[in-house]
C-alpha cells in the first residue's frame, strides 16, 4: 500500500514539473515579406495579463523619427472592429475610431483622415501588407522593411488592453472622457535600439512610457509609477534583425 501511495506521488510530482518546464508555444505570422528591405523578427512571450491586446509596431530612426509601420492590429489599421454594434442581438462588426487604443503610434504615424484625426479609416486605411489580426497568445512576428536599412534604428511598439483598471486608473477617473474608458491603464510604448552592424544580437525592447489616456494627443509620459497589471501584458519582447 505505501509502495502504491509513494508512486502515485512521485508520479504526481512529475507531472507538476513536467508543466512547469513545458515550452511556451508562439504562433508565427508574416508581413510585409513582398518587400526588398531588411528583415526583422519581434518576439513576444505573453504575460499573466495578456488578454486580447491591441498592438502596433513600428520603425523609427535612431533619434525616433517615425519611418513605416511593420505591423497593426487589424481593426486599428482599417477602422473596423468586430464587435460594435449588438441592435440585432448579436454583436456585428463595423466603422468606429478609437483614438485611446494605440495613440502615440497614430500620431507619430502622422497621417490625417477624412475626419481630421490621425487615425486610419475604411477610407485610409494602412497599408495591408502591414496590418493583420491580433494574436491570441505569445507570438513570432516576421516583418520586412520597405527599403534597406543601413546603420542605426528604433524598433517601436505600443500596446494597449481594455478594461485593465487599477487603483489609479478607475473607471471614474475622468467621467467626462468617454475614450478613457475604452482604454483604462493607458497604452504602453516600448522601444529597442537596433544596428544593422550587429545582425545576430537579439534585443530586449523596454517600457519606455505610456500615452496619453483619452488620445486626446500624442504624447509620451515616461512615469510608469502608476501602471501595473499592464506591465504584465507581456513578459518579454525582443526583436532581432535577420
Not at 482599417?78 to 454594434?85: M, N, Q
Amino acid at each position: 500500500m505505501k509502495t502504491r501511495l509513494f508512486i502515485a506521488v512521485l508520479l504526481v510530482m512529475t507531472l507538476a514539473v513536467s508543466a512547469k518546464k513545458k515550452k511556451e508555444i508562439f504562433a508565427e505570422s508574416s508581413f510585409g515579406v513582398n518587400y526588398k528591405g531588411t528583415s526583422l523578427t519581434i518576439r513576444l512571450e505573453k504575460g499573466k495579463e495578456y488578454n486580447h491586446p491591441l498592438f502596433a509596431i513600428w520603425l523609427a530612426d535612431e533619434n525616433g523619427k517615425f519611418i513605416q509601420t511593420l505591423y497593426v492590429s487589424e481593426s486599428i489599421g482599417k477602422g473596423v472592429f468586430k464587435r460594435v454594434s449588438r441592435k440585432t442581438g448579436q454583436w456585428l462588426a463595423g466603422e468606429i475610431q478609437r483614438p485611446a487604443a494605440l495613440p502615440y503610434w497614430a500620431h507619430q504615424r502622422g497621417i490625417k483622415n477624412e475626419f481630421g484625426t490621425y487615425l486610419p479609416t475604411p477610407k485610409m486605411p494602412e497599408v495591408d501588407a502591414y496590418t493583420g489580426a491580433t494574436p491570441l497568445a505569445s507570438f513570432i512576428l516576421h516583418t520586412k522593411t520597405i527599403t534597406r536599412l543601413y546603420g542605426k534604428y528604433k524598433v517601436m511598439l505600443e500596446l494597449n488592453q481594455t478594461w485593465d483598471w487599477n487603483e489609479f486608473w478607475t473607471n471614474d477617473m475622468y467621467p467626462a472622457e468617454k475614450e478613457y474608458k475604452t482604454s483604462c491603464q493607458p497604452a504602453l510604448v516600448y522601444e529597442a535600439n537596433i544596428d544593422t552592424n550587429s545582425p545576430s544580437a537579439e534585443i530586449t525592447m523596454k517600457p519606455i512610457g505610456h500615452s496619453h489616456y483619452s488620445g486626446a494627443d500624442g504624447s509620451l509620459n515616461a512615469d510608469l509609477s502608476t501602471i501595473t497589471t499592464a506591465l504584465k501584458i507581456a513578459k518579454k519582447i525582443t526583436v532581432k534583425i535577420d
